[in-house]
Antibody
Framework: QVQLVDSGGGVVQPGRSLRLSCAAS????????MHWVRQAPGKGLEWVAV????????YYADSVKGRFTVSRDNSKSTLFLEMSSLRAEDTAVYYC????????????WGQGTLVTVSS | DIQMTQSPSSVSASVGDRVTITCRAS??????LAWYQQRPGKAPNLLIY???NLQSGVPSRFSGSGSGTDFTLTISSLQPEDFATYYC?????????FGQGTRLEIK
């Protein structure tokens, strides 16, 4: 069965960096676009980034552009989110999500990993 | 960016009730709309995609309609497990955007 496992979250000081991972299994990872979506405590969902199935294209939310980098290793079925210059407003649960075929409908989600940016 | 506005922000209803949630896009998105259910502490779950297509495994009491800028999610007969928060999401263009959510509470 399809499974996405998010990891790498934790408490980090403002201005520091953190790398999140999403390990995929149960499907042909290299055939799907993958996204990151976050949710601040008690708030709604915010899309963060997408990477095409082959890694050829990437798009970011304005709120993270220039600070976050999405990447993937198709040989290891793993998605990454490199976060730098972290701010308090980046505090959230971060979910990886699989895009349904060629359209960004998220049919499978990771369990989420909590990132807390605090001094 | 395309803004997605849901109404109401919260609604109280009883088991067996019919509930409708609306979502309006700030510009036309054809049928590139999805609905998700999120229970506390859990990841969202895809209910409806392409405005009206029921995701595999989702009960048939959930239905979606609309195109262009106005969309609805209807739950025909509420069950206890349906009390959760619901989000719409446009998949027409980047950045992907979500509605602010509708919290469905037990009356």
């Amino acid at each position: 069965q399809v499974q996405l496992v998010d990891s790498g979250g934790g408490v980090v000081q403002p201005g520091r960096s953190l790398r999140l991972s999403c390990a995929a299994s149960g499907f042909t990872f290299r055939s799907y676009g993958m996204h990151w979506v976050r949710q601040a405590p008690g708030k709604g969902l915010e899309w963060v980034a997408v990477i095409w199935d082959d890694g050829s294209k990437k798009y970011y939310a304005d709120s993270v552009k220039g600070r976050f980098t999405v990447s993937r290793d198709n040989s290891k079925s793993t998605l990454f989110l490199e976060m730098s210059s972290l701010r308090a407003e980046d505090t959230a649960v971060y979910y990886c999500a699989r895009a349904q075929e060629t359209v960004a409908y998220f049919d499978y989600w990771g369990q989420g990993t909590l990132v807390t940016v605090s001094s | 960016d395309i803004q997605m506005t849901q109404s109401p922000s919260s609604v109280s209803a009883s088991v067996g009730d019919r509930v409708t949630i609306t979502c309006r896009a700030s510009q036309g998105i054809s049928s590139f709309l999805a609905w998700y259910q999120q229970r506390p502490g859990k990841a969202p779950n895809l209910l409806i995609y392409a405005a009206s297509n029921l995701q595999s495994g989702v009960p048939s009491r959930f239905s979606g309609s609309g195109s262009g800028t106005d969309f609805t999610l209807t739950i025909s007969s509420l069950q206890p497990e349906d009390f959760a928060t619901y989000y719409c999401q446009q998949a027409h263009s980047f950045p992907i955007t979500f509605g602010q959510g509708t919290r469905l509470e037990i009356k």
